[in-house]
């Protein structure tokens, strides 16, 4: 049994994260100084290392802040699309082989984790799936909202009946 219609929602950074990397442009440059001028025999030791914080800081800016993800179930199919520019990256997990889908951090290994999220830390919203893919149980780590979150455990509860 399927559901009537599929589901999609979009997702992007927000104001926090834009701060929170704000913040943290601040904090690479601060720490920058802070190491040229302890070390005023090596201040290119201290440029050096302020500008690797600053290549941080930027990676950390392309891959979350400027990055916007698709979540959907289509046929059976949770799907999630990340786009960053027009580098596009997608994991998919048959609904049937989601064997839980919680709140709390899954002990399997974190080399089978596909982090889909614009955050770089964990909140409240964050869920992982645990699925099985193969005999490979891997983990994806998303926020979805609580609707489309409802709507994936309604489909998930249909196709066992």
């Not at 930027?58 to 699309?81: F, H, P, Q, W």
């Not at 990256?89 to 049937?96: K, M, T």
């Amino acid at each position: 049994m399927k559901l009537a219609q599929n589901i999609t929602e979009k997702k992007a950074a927000g104001v926090k994260e834009f701060l929170f990397t704000l913040v943290l442009a601040c904090v690479c440059y601060g720490a920058g100084r802070i190491i040229r001028d302890a070390l005023t025999s090596y201040k290119v030791i201290g440029d050096l290392v302020t500008i690797a914080l600053g290549c941080v800081l930027v990676y950390y800016v392309i891959t979350r802040y400027a990055a916007s993800y698709t979540y959907s179930v289509e046929d059976g199919v949770l799907k999630i699309v990340r786009a960053i520019g027009h580098k596009v990256s997608a994991v998919e997990a048959d609904i049937a082989s989601i064997k839980k889908i919680s709140a709390s951090k899954p002990d399997i290994a974190t080399k089978n984790a596909y982090k889909m999220t614009p955050h770089i830390l964990p909140n409240k919203h964050t869920r992982y799936v645990v699925f099985e893919q193969g005999r490979i149980k891997k983990t994806i780590i998303f926020e979805p909202s609580a609707e489309f979150l409802k709507a994936v455990k309604a489909y998930k509860h249909t196709e066992r009946k």
